[in-house]
Nanobody
Framework: QVRVVQSGGGLVQAGGSLRLACAAS????????IAWFRQTPEEDRAFVAA????????MYEASVKGRFTISRDNAENTVYLEMNTLNPEDTALYFC??????????????????WGQGTQVTVSS
C-alpha cells in the first residue's frame, strides 16, 4: 500500500519562496503520477501541478505557471513543489496526491487514490 508523507510549508511574506516535499513509499515510485492540490475555506481541492514518469512531463495551473516548479527525485522517492514569488492568493492547505496506476497527468482529485496529510502555506501581504 502506497503511503505519502508531506513536509515543508509555513508562513512567508509576499514575494518569498517555500518548498514542499512529498515522500511516497513503494518500489514503483518512479512510475507514479504525483500532483499537488490546494484547498481554502472558499474552494475545495484545486489542481496546482502534476508530474509524470518523466520530470519533463509536468502540468501547471495557469496562475502558478512560471512561479511554481514541480520536480521529482526517484532515488529519494520524493516529489517537490518549489514555490516562488508567492502572493496572499497562494495561501491554502496544500495536499500531495498519488496515482500509482496510470501515467497520466490528471487535474481531477478523484483520479488520485493516495493523499498526504496536508500542509499549510500562509503568505502575508
Amino acid at each position: 500500500q502506497v503511503r505519502v508523507v508531506q513536509s515543508g510549508g509555513g508562513l512567508v511574506q509576499a514575494g518569498g519562496s517555500l518548498r514542499l516535499a512529498c515522500a511516497a513509499s513503494g518500489s514503483s515510485f518512479k512510475l507514479y503520477t504525483i500532483a499537488w492540490f490546494r484547498q481554502t475555506p472558499e474552494e475545495d481541492r484545486a489542481f496546482v501541478a502534476a508530474v509524470g514518469v518523466r520530470e519533463a512531463d509536468a502540468m501547471y495551473e495557469a496562475s502558478v505557471k512560471g512561479r511554481f516548479t514541480i520536480s521529482r527525485d526517484n532515488a529519494e522517492n520524493t516529489v517537490y513543489l518549489e514555490m516562488n514569488t508567492l502572493n496572499p492568493e497562494d495561501t491554502a492547505l496544500y495536499f500531495c496526491a498519488v496515482n500509482p496506476w496510470l501515467s497520466v497527468l490528471f487535474r481531477t482529485p478523484s483520479e488520485y487514490s493516495v493523499w498526504g496529510q496536508g500542509t499549510q502555506v500562509t503568505v502575508s501581504s
